[in-house]
C-alpha cells in the first residue's frame, strides 16, 4: 500500500493541474471569471434621444426639436387668466428657437390655426437652451369677465393641447401638471414668445 505521505503528493499535485486549467480557461474568455460563467455585455455610450442627431443651421446652431425638451403646463398660483408653459433642454448640446421665437399652440383638434403671438413680448435675443436649463411662455387663456367664464364652447376646461415648435411639425400633445383642467378661451387666447425666465414670461 502507498504510504500517506506519497497519497498526499498525489492529491496535491492534482489540485495543482486542476487549478492551472481553471486559470487558462479564464485568461483565454478574457474574463475574470469561472470559463462556464456568461459574458456581461457593455452598453454603448448614450446618443442624442432618439439616436438623431439635432438638426444644425448657420453658424453651426442647433434647433430645439420636442425629443431633446421636456414640456410642463399649468396654472401658477395666484395668477388668474393665464397658464405658464415649461421647457428643459435634456439633452447634451445647447438648442435656440431662432427658427421659430414662440411655440404654435393648438387648443381643439389642430385644425384651426395656432394662437397668436403677443408681439410686444419679444425678447431682445434668441433664446438659447443650455443643457438643462428652462425656457417659459405665458399664454392668456382669455380675457377678464369674458366668455371664458361660461361652460360653453368659448369657455371649455383643457387638460391637455397640442403645441408644434414649428409650422412644418407635427404638434405634440402636451398634458397640463396633476391633470387639473384650466378654462380656454381659444378665440381670447394669446402666447408670448420663449423667454429666458419664469419672472420675464410671468409680466404677461
Request: hydrophobic residues 40%; charged residues 15%; positive net charge.
Amino acid at each position: 500500500m502507498p504510504s500517506v505521505t506519497a497519497a498526499r503528493r498525489a492529491l496535491t499535485a492534482g489540485l495543482t493541474v486542476t487549478l492551472a486549467l481553471a486559470l487558462t480557461a479564464a485568461c483565454q474568455n478574457g474574463l475574470g471569471n469561472r470559463a462556464d460563467a456568461p459574458a456581461t455585455a457593455v452598453s454603448p455610450a448614450p446618443g442624442p434621444p432618439h439616436g438623431g442627431t439635432p438638426p444644425t443651421g448657420p453658424g453651426g446652431r442647433v434647433a430645439c426639436t420636442p425629443e431633446m425638451l421636456r414640456f410642463h403646463a399649468g396654472a401658477p398660483p395666484r395668477t388668474a387668466h393665464r397658464m405658464l408653459l415649461t421647457v428643459t433642454n435634456y439633452g447634451y448640446r445647447t438648442c435656440d428657437f431662432a427658427a421659430q421665437g414662440y411655440p404654435l399652440l393648438h387648443f381643439g383638434d389642430g385644425r384651426h390655426r395656432a394662437v397668436p403671438v403677443i408681439g410686444d413680448s419679444r425678447p431682445r435675443a434668441v433664446v438659447r437652451l443650455a443643457p438643462n436649463r428652462s425656457a417659459y411662455a405665458t399664454v392668456r387663456t382669455g380675457t377678464a369677465g369674458g366668455r371664458h367664464h361660461t361652460a360653453g364652447p368659448a369657455g371649455r376646461p383643457i387638460a391637455q393641447f397640442g403645441m408644434a415648435l414649428n409650422a412644418r411639425a407635427t404638434p405634440v400633445q402636451v398634458g397640463l401638471d396633476g391633470r387639473t383642467p384650466v378654462r380656454v378661451d381659444p378665440p381670447a387666447a394669446r402666447v408670448t414668445y420663449w423667454q429666458p425666465s419664469r419672472e420675464a414670461a410671468l409680466k404677461w
